[in-house]
């Protein structure tokens, strides 16, 4: 068995901190202290970024902090027993016993999986009560080790029977913690309840599929996962509960009532799936919650899944340019048909190359309103969704109806899917159904709405949009450009900045060197987005002093991060102060796309910020833009913090090292 855990990494009855951070910081100096881990700041930066998705206190006085690093050479396992205890979130209270899990990214299935089974322990309360009482680091390891072997005979022991059965799955997004405790809750639930619960776990350790044999006989599932279920039309027509894989934790017992009361239900929800289930995997989220939130998640999905369309296609086109000249639109389809590498035509290679550069781009951009018609409808009502939203938003682009037309194509496919997946009809239809009849009728409804009464209306609407935009000139286009750079800082990387990069990028497919608007609001949504995260950086550099160490480690980041148009950097910053930070990331956002509109900057590329210079038309005003805003942001929030009325509980820390044990 690999050993996980070492005196060395084991703190008993310490005062680290009142900090949970810095209680982190502690293990993780000791874990760096030793050969398993190489860098112990990037650890520490792995946890932290871990612990900022949701909160790693489990209730019981415990926590447990964990990532998989690259900073990591060995899978390990840092423990701290705490006086006086420190708070990482549980509902609760406090916890006492902190296990920082340490898994390298690449770690072998064996390690893991001891990690994993470590983690299914912590809801034992004697090992937790034997650890509480330990008087030397070397018990600590004993009794860890005693555990894992423990559970590694349950393992191989027969799952006990009873007169009902539920099947589980289990999953977080690292799959090394939670996903392994919420899947022994559940059992131990089930054995309560005299009920058999049979578990997978899709974990970082592996997963081992439950049979299907075993699915077919249980009367429910549950969904205890904070993650897409892998192959969920396995579950097919099963009456199901899905919720967070903490609460598989910390309210097991119910959930195991409701999924018994679910499957007593005739009206309960059902997993869909080859089989014909009664609700399609998406209609948990249309039942389950207001309508505006599941049109909200299906437009974000459906533009998810088109960026690669538009980002490939978009830089193909650019390099057409680069290669071929503007016009290259009139002669690449003639040229890449008569043509070849040993005929080249009249204009030599680079046209030749320019053709076949922009004629494979164009037609990758060709996918961009089916996409994002047939990805909204998948979101909506799971895969029988994807041909008839596929086949709506290709009917959008013969009716000139454009992205928005693909938008509106996408959720009548995907609500019409989800409803006809909804009826009941006699077993020998079900196996037609999502192959043959929700596509049939789905497509049918909403292509022929497209045609027959929705088609124009949005076609007009988009000939009026296409207009205005070609018309922006003077306080018009600047306008614009504050309004889009507020967007893209007012919530970092979240829906209202979603809102603003989805309307750019679905433009995008629009512009031409006739037409260049489009490629002007991409442009300016772009460098927009660069400036929080490079703003902060330059705060850092300016007046290091305003910022904790961790934030100063964050601005060096920052750089990389803003450079590559990843608003998601100024994050760490914004949630530390976000009445100072959000404020001074809107300034220079909307200075930078005011000047980018004013300046008819455009980018092709959705994409890459600096790194895609090649398809930024007028890139010294493209960069001066950026610097302005990031000039702006940087002084605004340094201002801020010097001047504006600070809660007493934040307080710029000095730089200190991690606090020594």
Not at 435 to 440: G, T
Request: charged share 15%.
């Amino acid at each position: 068995m690999p050993q996980i855990i070492t005196p060395e990494l084991v703190v008993l009855d310490a005062a680290l901190s009142t900090d949970k951070e810095a209680v982190i910081r502690a293990l993780a100096a000791r874990a760096a202290g030793t050969s398993r881990v190489s860098d112990g700041d990037g650890l520490v930066e792995a946890v932290l970024a871990r612990e900022a998705l949701t909160p790693t206190g489990m209730g019981a006085g415990i926590a447990i902090p964990h990532c998989k690093s690259a900073a990591v050479r060995e899978p390990s396992l840092g423990f701290a027993r705490l006086q006086p205890a420190v708070d990482f979130g549980a509902p609760d209270g406090p916890a006492d016993l902190v296990f920082m899990i340490m898994a390298p990214d690449d770690a072998a299935e064996t390690h893991l999986a001891v990690l994993s089974r470590l983690a299914g322990s912590l809801i034992d309360e004697q090992f937790t009560s034997a650890l509480r009482a330990a008087e030397t680091p070397e018990e600590v390891v004993a009794l860890v080790d005693g555990a894992v072997a423990e559970r590694d005979e349950a393992a191989l022991a027969p799952v006990p029977e009873g007169d009902r059965s539920i099947v589980a799955v289990t999953a977080c997004p690292t799959g090394i913690a939670h996903t392994y405790m919420a899947a022994d809750a559940l059992q131990a639930a089930g054995e309560r309840a005299g009920v058999r619960v049979v578990v997978e776990t899709q974990g970082s350790s592996g997963t081992k599929r439950l049979d299907p044999a075993v699915i077919a006989a249980a009367d429910a599932a549950i969904f205890a996962v904070d993650v897409d279920v892998r192959d969920r039309s396995r579950f097919a027509g099963k009456p199901f509960v899905q919720v967070p894989v903490k609460r598989g934790i910390d309210a097991a017992d119910a959930l195991i009532v409701d999924a018994l009361r679910v499957a007593d239900d005739p009206s309960g929800a059902r997993v869909a799936g080859g089989s014909g289930g009664d609700e399609p995997a998406g209609a948990a989220a249309v039942s389950g919650s207001a309508l505006g939130g599941t049109v909200k998640r299906a437009l974000l999905t459906g533009v998810s899944y088109m960026i690669p369309f538009v980002a490939g296609g978009g830089l193909l086109i650019a390099l057409g340019f680069l290669f071929g000249g503007y016009r290259i639109t009139e002669v690449a389809g003639d040229v890449i048909v008569q043509n070849a590498l040993w005929n080249l035509p009249d204009g030599g290679l680079g046209q030749y190359l320019g053709a076949v550069l922009f004629s494979i781009g164009a037609a990758s951009m060709s996918f961009l309103v089916p996409a994002l018609a047939g990805y909204i409808a998948y979101a909506i009502a799971d895969r029988p969704g994807i041909a008839p939203g596929f086949v709506a938003g290709a009917v959008a682009l013969l009716m000139s109806a454009g992205f928005i037309g693909g938008l509106v194509g996408g959720l009548l496919a995907g609500l019409a899917a989800w409803w006809i997946g909804s009826w009941r009809v006699p077993q020998w239809m079900r196996g037609l159904m999502p192959v043959v009849i929700i596509p049939l009728l789905a497509s049918l409804f909403a292509s022929g709405l497209m045609v027959m009464l929705l088609g124009g209306p949005i076609a007009a609407l988009m000939a009026n949009l296409t207009g205005w935009l070609e018309s922006l000139s003077g306080a018009a286009a600047i306008g614009l450009g504050l309004l889009l750079g507020t967007m893209m800082a007012v919530d970092l990387g979240g829906p209202i900045n979603k809102v603003a990069y989805g309307f750019a990028v679905a433009g995008l497919s629009q512009g031409s060197p006739e037409n260049p608007a489009p490629w002007m609001i991409m442009a300016a949504v772009m460098a927009a987005g660069m400036v929080p995260p490079l703003g902060m950086a330059l705060a850092t550099v300016l007046d290091r002093r305003l910022f904790t160490v961790p934030e100063r480690e964050n601005g060096k980041a920052a750089w990389l991060l803003g450079a590559s148009f990843i608003s998601e950097g100024a994050i760490p910053f914004a949630a530390a102060d976000p009445l100072r930070v959000i404020p001074a990331a809107i300034l220079g956002a909307a200075s930078t796309g005011a000047i980018s509109m004013a300046a008819g900057v455009t980018s092709q590329a959705p994409h890459g910020g600096i790194f895609v210079f090649f398809a930024i038309g007028n890139i010294a005003m493209f960069v001066l833009a950026i610097a302005v805003g990031t000039v702006v942001t940087g002084l605004a929030v340094i201002a801020l913090k010097r001047w504006a009325r600070r809660s007493p509980q934040r307080q710029a820390q000095p730089e200190a090292e991690p606090v020594a044990v």
